[in-house]
């Protein structure tokens, strides 16, 4: 049983990717939103991307995960982030410990230019962050994933999320790697 982590900033495409990569390879894919939404309805927020207790949605996501091993499934596509905005205004990195416990065998984290995740989230959600904090919400991103893969010792591949072939190749390249015990 193992987690591949899709990560990234908001709007940037990871579950459009992962959607098709599950197709594509017959594995399944969750977001962490709909699994922490299957734990507690009311910890995501319907009206915004900032996190109340992202401390408490993790242990949602943890206890989600491990009731998704439970059915028998081998492989995990999990899209998520690796940092979290919080209503107070900040930026929370999830805890390494949280990768942890969702049993992360391989981190991917998908990335696009600042403006096209604005016009993208403009169009889908009606309002935008600007493109400077995009970019550094991106960066944030980035960073604290090279930190999770380096403490776990696991591989972390960096995509263009506009390019779902090399993205769907990329996952099962990881997944057999993964499978066969060996890093991607």
């Known amino acids: 049983m ?3 982590f899709v990560g990234g900033v908001h709007g940037v495409g990871k579950s459009t990717c ?5 197709r594509a390879l017959g594995i399944q894919h969750h977001s962490a ?16 991307k900032a996190v109340v207790s992202p401390a408490a949605n993790q242990r ?10 439970t059915t028998g499934e081998k492989v995990l596509l999990l899209d998520g982030h690796f940092t979290i905005p919080t209503t107070a205004g900040h930026v929370e990195p999830i805890p390494v410990d949280v990768f942890e416990a969702l049993n992360i065998r391989a981190v991917v984290v998908l990335v696009e230019e600042p403006h096209v995740i604005h016009d993208h ?5 009606g309002n935008a962050p ?3 904090a995009i970019e550094f919400a991106q960066a944030m991103e980035l960073e604290h994933a ?8 696991c591989p972390l591949t960096i995509l263009a999320s506009n390019d779902k072939t090399a993205f769907v190749a990329a996952i099962q390249k990881i997944s057999l790697e993964v499978a066969r015990g060996n890093p991607a």
């Open 18 to 22: 992962c959607e098709q990569a599950a």
């Open 2 to 4: 193992h987690t591949i």
């Open 33 to 48: 939103s709909a699994m922490i939404k299957s734990q507690q309805a009311e910890a995501i927020s319907t009206t915004g």
């Open 121 to 125: 989230r403009k169009g889908r959600d």
């Open 130 to 132: 600007d493109v400077i």
């Open 146 to 153: 090279g930190r999770i893969a380096c403490a776990m010792t």
């Open 60 to 69: 949602l996501l943890i206890q989600a995960v491990s009731t998704f091993f």
